[in-house]
Structures are given as structure tokens and as C-alpha cells.
């Protein structure tokens, strides 16, 4: 097996007047989770759909395992896991039904193995699916992803709707899938659940790939939210410059900054006062967005 | 009947074949019960005095022989028109109601090509025309005798019932190939149901107006009771017609599906 599971060039896709993709370039390796991370309308579904020739590139091609989508879909919508980002099905069958006909259509797959992704997901496969809360309508699509075992798995914003648990649930399953030397490609809003699952993130905006990160350089440099309260009024000047300290503002005994990298310098500052409590935030995924975008225009702008 | 696609669409469409199939059985056989009635002198007689016009725009030209009131009532009238609803619901839904139902995007990123698909939901469909019309066979036999229909043999209902198979499936052809080009249920059901009141005019009313008799060839309902097949058994010419129809509409379809984007 080729090392590069998804590779696309140039992906445009247009709707009518209104461009879904805008170029899009794309590499995801053989065995890695990656994360396919932007805020809405980014073209997230867009690229998903393209790849499974569900919808057909306006300019651009994609090769997935080896293969073009276009002209070997059959072949190769067999080696792959699919979850919509709206997973819809006719609510009038039972879990069970359902798995079963996807798994025939796949050429069968064990009724031990759905019975044994139920049981970990906690799911009542004996109900009628109109009759599931959300939650559990996400896990029959999780599932049907997952249970014939395929080499690539695309799934769209899969976490959507599942409680903390068993968003954890799902990133075991994620990272086991890839401990197997298969892959996943997954999309989401939600910058912690990618930090959590994904050993890659690919961020995307207007169409277009912004940046590619691996997920630990990320999570050093990741921007986060300080809120130290101290046994007393501290002087702002002996914070200012501190590396990574930026919006510092000191309110009598209060200090709140943002923390972009090593916690060292501050942490250390901070040592030479009495701390009372310490918090640190993880800076939500829009503020992360936008310092990155600032970054990655200042770049373009510079270069 | 989990095993592929063309056995669950009949699976999933099992009840309302089942009301579909009792509806046109009940109503259909209804009347077709009422022929000994009919068959009276004191109505046939009001039935002849009825204006030319009407009677041919109603198919009532010979009403008295069973064969002749059962195809003006009957095949050429309430159950045609039961079946022609018949076959612009189940023909929306093989592609267009699915996907506005957005469940056609997870059976399409499965290892099935848009045509199989297409093709096998579609079979499935006439497969479920064809029991629908056994079953109301069966009935019409059983009838018979109690219904004094003794002058049309076996072999002359199932001429009839070949056309009534052909039929409906070219209404469910318009349909579906239809909501398979568009993906839009309205379009869809417009389209075929649109055929389906322009063909009756068709047959009925605007071959009447002088110099447009010629319109009648146009019209499914000629295709399916011109040639009398109750009468004269099947009209072999009629058949390929309506089944190379099928098969040219089934094909532009499915053409127009495979190379269109989904929906989500
Ligand atoms: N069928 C369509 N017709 C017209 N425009 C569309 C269609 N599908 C998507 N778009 C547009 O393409 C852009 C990308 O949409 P897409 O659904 O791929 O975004 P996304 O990243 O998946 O967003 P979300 O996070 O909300 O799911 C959006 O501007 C959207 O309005
Ligand atoms: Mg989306």
C-alpha cells in the first residue's frame, strides 16, 4: 500500500455562483488520523463528498488509495467507511436492520462484530431508529463506518452529538483503526476533540488548506487564557514582555493574560508572589482560528 | 430481503403494495360485480341514449358485452387511473424521495454504482407492479362466474393485465426518470402525473376535434385499451411500444443520475 491515502490538487468545486472548494491541496498519509478542522461553510463537506464522487470537481483532481474516485468508485468505495455529516436513514427500521442490509451491500459483515461496536458504544440495536435520541442515531452511523473494518474512514464531523464520554470512546476507536496502519479522515469544529484524536490537523478556510499541523507542535504553541489570582496587588510591569504573555492586564491582585507556548517565564514571575489560584483555558477554537489566519496573512503579506 | 438493493426496495415498500394491491382488487372488482346490473334492459337502454360525445370521451362506445363495460369502467378508467397514482408515488420515491429525505448519500458511498442502483430499485419497482396486477387477476378469475363474465376467457384477462403491467410501468418510468435527472420530488410527481391527465385527454377527448383523431396514438390509454385486448387478446404492437419506452426513459434516467451531483 502506497504511504499517501487521500492526495487531491487543485480541487475546485462550484455552486453555481457560489465556490464550495477554491483549490483545495490535500495529503493524508497511510495510518495517520487526520484532522479536518474549519468553521462552518469552510468546504469542509464539500472535499468529503468530492472524494467519495458523490458530487464531481469543477477543476482538480483527487486520488484516493491510488484510485480515482471518478472512474473506480465501486472498488474503491468498498475499502471505504463513510459517515455523513447528517447521517440520515429511514427511521423505520431497528438498528439491527439496517447494519445488516450496509453490511450486505458491503458483501456481509459478521453480526458479532456489529454486535461487539454496539455493546462498546452502549447501543440498543433491537430499536426502531426514529425512535433513538440523537445521540444514539450517531452511533448507528458510527458503526456502519467502522464494522467492515475498511482501509480508509471519512467521516464527517463524527463526534456531533455524542456525549463526552463517548466522544473518548470514539477517539480509542479512531486511534485503534490507525495502530492497524488504516486511516482516518476526519472533519470537525472542535479543536479539542481533533487535539485529542488526530495525530495531524489540516485547517480550512473559504476553500482552501490554511495550514497543516502536527497535533503536538499545535498543542505546545496552542494560545491559552491565564487567570492568576494572587495574595496581593502585583505590579503590571514586572509581567509585561514575559515571552509568550500578550493582552496582560493586572486588576489589583488579579492578572489575566494570554499565554501563547511555554508556561516557563510566567509560571516563574508569577513564583516570586504568593498564587492563589491558577487557571489556564484553552483558547477556543475561533480565537485559535483567527490568531492563526493573522498569522498566516502577515506571512502571505511579508513573503 | 436485507440482501441487496433491489430486495429491500420491495421490502421497504411492502405496505403499500399491500394497500395499493387490496384498493385496486376492492375497487376494481367492485365494479366489475356490478355487470349483472348493468347488463339490464332498462339501463342499457338510458346508457344508449346518452350524446355520442360523452360516450366516447367516457370509452362507453359498446357497453353491452362484459368486456366492453369492464374496459370502459374498469381498465380504461378507475383502475388505470389507481395505477397511474400507483406509479408516480413509488416512481418519486426509487431516487427523488430518498434523496430529499438526504438518505441517499450513505447507499451511494457504498460499493454500488449509481446505475445498479438506479436499475435494481427500478426492477424491484415493476416487480411490484406485477404482483399488484396478479393478485387483481386473480380476482377478475374469481369473478367470473359470479359476475357473469363468462364471455372474456383467462388468457383474454391476462392480455389485459400484460398491458395494465406495461402501463404502469411507463408511468413509473416517467417518474423516476424524472426525479433520477432532477432530484426533485415536485418535478417528479408533476411530470408524471402531468402525463398521466394530458394521455387521458388524449385518448378520450381531444381526438374527438375535427381533424385530430391521429392525437389518440400519443396517449398510454390507447396503448393500453385501443387494441381491446380483453377482446382481441394481446396487441403485440402496443406491448413493444410501452416496453421500449420503458426501457429508453429507464435509460435517460439512469444516464442523467450517473453523471449529475447529489444532493446532501
Ligand atoms: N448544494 C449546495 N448548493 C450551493 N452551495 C453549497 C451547496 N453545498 C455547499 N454549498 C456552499 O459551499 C460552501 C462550503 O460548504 P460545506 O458544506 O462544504 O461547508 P462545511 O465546512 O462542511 O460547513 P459546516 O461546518 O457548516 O458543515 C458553503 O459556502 C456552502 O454554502
Ligand atoms: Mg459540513
Known amino acids: ?303 | 430481503m436485507l440482501r441487496n438493493v433491489f430486495t429491500k426496495w420491495l421490502w421497504d415498500a411492502r405496505r403499500s403494495v399491500l394497500v395499493w394491491t387490496l384498493a385496486i382488487v376492492v375497487v376494481g372488482g367492485g365494479y366489475a360485480a356490478f355487470w349483472p346490473t348493468i347488463n339490464t334492459p332498462g339501463i342499457q337502454e338510458a346508457l344508449e341514449s346518452y350524446p355520442q360525445g360523452l360516450r366516447e370521451a367516457l370509452n362507453y362506445d359498446d357497453l353491452s358485452t362484459a368486456s366492453g363495460y369492464l374496459t370502459a369502467s374498469v381498465y380504461g378508467l378507475i383502475v388505470a387511473l389507481l395505477l397511474v397514482v400507483y406509479a408516480v408515488s413509488a416512481g418519486t420515491r426509487i431516487i427523488a424521495g430518498d434523496e430529499e429525505a438526504s438518505t441517499l448519500d450513505l447507499i451511494l458511498a457504498h460499493p454500488v454504482s449509481r446505475i445498479q442502483l438506479a436499475l435494481q430499485r427500478f426492477a424491484s419497482f415493476v416487480l411490484s407492479v406485477v404482483i399488484i396486477v396478479s393478485v387483481f387477476w386473480l380476482g377478475m378469475l374469481a369473478l367470473i362466474v359470479p359476475a357473469q363474465l363468462d364471455d372474456i376467457s383467462t388468457g383474454q384477462f391476462a392480455a389485459m393485465h400484460v398491458h395494465l403491467v406495461l402501463f404502469t410501468s411507463f408511468f413509473g418510468a416517467v417518474t423516476y426518470a424524472t426525479g433520477a435527472a432532477t432530484g426533485r420530488k415536485s418535478f417528479a410527481i408533476g411530470i408524471g402525473s402531468g402525463v398521466g391527465v394530458l394521455g387521458y385527454f388524449a385518448q378520450g377527448i381531444i381526438p374527438q376535434l375535427e381533424g385530430l383523431e391521429w392525437v389518440e396514438n400519443l396517449s398510454p390509454f390507447h396503448w393500453l385499451i385501443g387494441g381491446d385486448p380483453l377482446r382481441n387478446g394481446l396487441q403485440v404492437g402496443d406491448c413493444l411500444l410501452m416496453l421500449g419506452l420503458v426501457g429508453a426513459v429507464v435509460m435517460w434516467g439512469s444516464w442523467a443520475f450517473s453523471r449529475r451531483d447529489i444532493a446532501v
Request: aromatic share 6%.
Open chain 1, 1 to 303: 500500500m502506497s504511504d499517501v491515502a487521500i492526495s487531491t490538487e487543485g480541487l475546485v468545486k462550484d455552486y453555481g455562483p457560489t465556490r464550495g472548494l477554491a483549490g483545495l491541496d490535500l495529503e493524508v498519509r497511510t495510518g495517520e488520523v487526520y484532522g479536518f478542522l474549519g468553521p462552518n461553510g469552510a468546504g469542509k463537506t464539500t472535499a468529503i463528498r468530492l472524494l467519495l464522487d458523490l458530487i464531481r470537481p469543477t477543476r482538480g483532481k483527487a486520488v484516493v488509495l491510488g484510485l480515482d474516485p471518478r472512474t473506480d468508485g465501486v472498488v474503491l468505495r468498498r475499502r471505504i467507511g463513510y459517515l455523513p455529516g447528517d447521517f440520515a436513514v429511514d427511521g423505520r427500521q431497528t438498528g439491527a436492520e439496517l447494519l445488516t442490509y450496509l453490511g450486505n451491500l458491503r458483501g456481509g459483515v459478521a453480526a458479532a462484530r456489529i454486535d461487539e461496536l454496539a455493546q462498546r458504544l452502549d447501543l440498543d440495536l433491537g430499536l426502531r431508529i426514529r425512535t433513538l435520541s440523537r445521540g444514539n442515531r450517531q452511533k448507528v452511523g458510527v458503526i456502519q463506518a467502522f464494522m467492515h473494518e475498511p482501509d480508509l474512514l471519512i467521516l464527517d464531523e463524527p463526534t456531533s452529538g455524542l456525549d463526552p464520554f463517548l466522544q473518548h470512546e470514539f477517539s480509542d476507536l479512531a486511534h485503534e483503526v490507525s495502530a492497524d496502519g488504516r486511516t482516518v479522515f476526519m472533519s470537525s469544529h472542535v479543536m479539542s476533540e481533533v487535539q485529542r484524536t488526530a495525530h495531524r490537523v489540516g485547517m480550512i478556510r473559504d476553500g482552501r488548506l490554511v495550514t497543516v499541523e502536527r497535533v503536538e507542535e499545535l498543542r505546545e504553541r496552542s494560545m491559552r487564557k491565564v487567570e492568576i489570582q494572587f495574595g496581593g496587588p502585583v505590579r503590571a510591569q514586572s509581567f509585561v514582555g514575559l515571552p509568550g504573555v500578550t493582552d496582560l492586564r493586572v486588576n489589583g491582585s488579579v492578572l489575566r493574560c494570554r499565554l501563547d507556548g511555554r508556561a516557563d517565564a510566567l509560571v516563574k514571575e508569577a513564583a516570586r508572589h504568593t498564587v492563589v489560584t491558577l487557571s489556564v483555558e484553552e483558547a477556543d477554537l475561533e480565537e485559535l482560528f483567527f490568531h492563526y489566519y493573522d498569522q498566516s496573512d502577515e506571512a502571505g503579506g511579508a513573503a
